[in-house]
């Protein structure tokens, strides 16, 4: 696993030099000054299985399945001023902020739930800013993170990590050059909570599930002036589970905790007598490219997401996986008294079949990339039982029963094909959005022909066979304003195909809002 110091260090050679640049990192967000929320909520899901869409990048917020009723409340406080500080006619009279959001969902139905879905500080000094909590962020170049599928990074897929994130969030225009670079960023750390670790790795006591950590930082570029109409963006995002590397390995163990630290944020690999040499945790992220052309009416954006997990791509021997994705933007939305109106469609193909897990494929010392699996971390990069990543790679937990499966693997299908559509927009009243997506899925190369490998070795492939199989999901809401701040909603789902069970789903929702946009 030699990638982290072979991207990191060129990717910020060239993002210095101007070719690869970034934009919108982390999740959109509400913009309204301070408000309280409360959500009724009412749905029934058949099958007793809550359909994709409707748990899916939800940030960890979903309801029971079969009958059931929920009670959502939320509040916040935002920035006075909000967007790009470099952008901000007056800097001195907002230059101190500070904010803070709660959300709270609970559920009734064939059980009680309670959830806490956000809870978060955060204070910002010009263009820095700070958070701390849990917080509802994705990581990842994106054109819209509502309608897209999902990062591969961090989707909004799961409850957030409690973080302390360090960051610029919003592009800074550089006063050199007319402002031709921009750039934003984050560095973070945060707790995961106590993770199960393969037994075969310890060497002193009985297994069990230890405290692991996760570090998180990102660095996104922008080549373009502010009237141009051409931007480019690129950057780089790094995240890394770890932690209780002493309680596993014991005295072999050599490095203290200030150097275990600088090898997991820097990616340094690290082997001793009984601990096999590696980069320590599980380490994976994306390397992203994109533009944007802005017209007078209409703004498109193009991204590829170039996923890494083990190393291949510092060869580009899974250069053929990522995600690719364009976005339309309608900037003439609502100016007109039309029944309809459009505001954005959304286009993504995501593809991670390769994995460099081919016999052909060219050779790397870590083998196949086995997107979200770890030898380490048995429920790999998950958290709460949902995967942190694109919820197109799917957990075993939430496919139907039958298909093959190395029990030693957390995500059952981690090779997959899919085309997926986003759309939203309004008719007459109501603001409505939609998504469909198509999915064949693959496996993993342990339950394909191939087996797994690593590096020149290949691994006997499980004695069952993954059968490809065909996904259909889709998704369609709407959401009207009523009198006095109050917000009728409606919301139904699908599913046909063979990985998930067939289910549709429904839920009507009722918001009040309390405060000032």
């Known amino acids: 696993m030699k990638y982290v110091s072979q991207i990191i260090v060129p990717s910020l050679f060239v993002f210095l030099f101007g070719v690869g640049f970034g934009t919108k990192s ?37 309801p029971l399945d079969g009958a059931s009723g929920g009670l959502v409340v939320r509040a916040a406080k935002n920035y006075g001023i909000q967007g790009e500080w470099s952008e901000r006619a007056d800097k001195t009279a907002s230059v101190r902020d500070w904010g803070y959001g709660v959300e709270a969902r609970t559920n009734v139905g064939s059980t009680t739930q309670v959830q806490l879905i956000d809870a978060h500080v955060k204070a910002r000094y010009a263009m820095f800013e700070a ?37 610029i969030p919003e592009y800074y225009r550089l006063p050199w050059f007319g402002g031709l670079f921009s750039f934003k960023g984050n560095f973070a750390n945060g707790y995961v909570g106590k993770m199960w ?55 072999y163990y050599t490095l203290n905790g200030i150097e275990t630290f600088w090898h997991v944020v820097w990616g340094k690999s690290y082997g001793a007598f009984n601990v096999p040499r590696s980069k320590l945790g599980n380490q994976l992220g994306s390397i992203d490219l ?22 291949a791509i510092s060869k580009l021997a899974n250069i053929a996986d990522g995600l690719n994705g364009i976005t339309i933007t309608n900037k003439r939305y609502n100016t007109t008294n039309k029944n309809w109106d459009w505001h954005k469609l959304l286009f993504e193909f995501f593809y991670s079949k390769d994995q460099a897990g081919y016999p052909w494929s060219k050779r790397t010392a870590s083998g196949d990339e086995d997107y979200y699996n770890n030898y380490y971390y048995t429920e790999g990069w998950s958290y709460k039982k949902q995967g942190v990543g ?84 889709a998704y369609l809401q709407g959401e009207r304003k009523l009198r ?22 429904g839920q009507v929702s009722l918001r009040k809002f309390f405060g000032k946009k």
Request: with cysteine; glycine share 12%.
């Open 26 to 62: 982390y999740a959109q967000s509400d913009t309204a000054r301070q408000y309280v929320e409360v959500s009724l909520l009412s749905g029934y899901t058949g099958n007793d299985v809550v359909p994709f869409w409707m748990r899916s990048n939800q940030y960890g917020s979903i």
């Open 131 to 167: 958070k701390l909590g849990r917080t509802k962020d994705v990581m990842g170049l994106n054109g819209d993170t509502v309608l897209s599928s999902g990062n591969f990074a961090v989707s909004g897929n799961a409850l957030g990590m409690p973080m302390l994130d360090i960051r």
């Open 197 to 251: 670790i393969d037994t075969g790795t310890f060497t002193h006591h009985k297994p069990e599930s230890l405290p692991t950590f996760l570090h998180q930082k990102s660095l996104y570029g922008r080549l373009g002036k502010g009237n141009w109409r051409l931007n480019l963006y690129g950057g780089i995002n790094h995240q890394v589970q770890w932690g209780s590397e002493k309680e596993v390995y014991g005295n």
């Open 290 to 311: 994109g533009f944007s052309y802005d017209w007078d009416q209409i703004e498109l954006m193009a991204y590829r997401q170039n996923i890494y997990d083990v190393g």
């Open 390 to 473: 694109t919820p197109l790679i799917a957990p075993a937990h939430t496919v139907k029963e039958g298909q093959a499966h190395d029990p030693i693997d957390y995500f059952i299908s981690n090779r997959v094909v899919a085309g997926h559509i986003g759309t939203r927009g309004r008719i007459c009243q109501w603001e409505v959005l939609g998504k469909m997506t198509f999915a064949k899925h693959y496996g993993t190369f342990a339950t394909s022909i191939h087996g797994k490998s690593t590096g020149s070795i290949r691994h006997v492939p499980y004695p069952e066979t993954f059968e490809p199989v065909l996904q259909f999901s």
């Open 484 to 505: 006095n701040n109050f917000f009728l909603g409606v919301r139904v789902a699908l599913d046909q195909g063979q990985l998930l069970d067939n289910s549709t789903g």
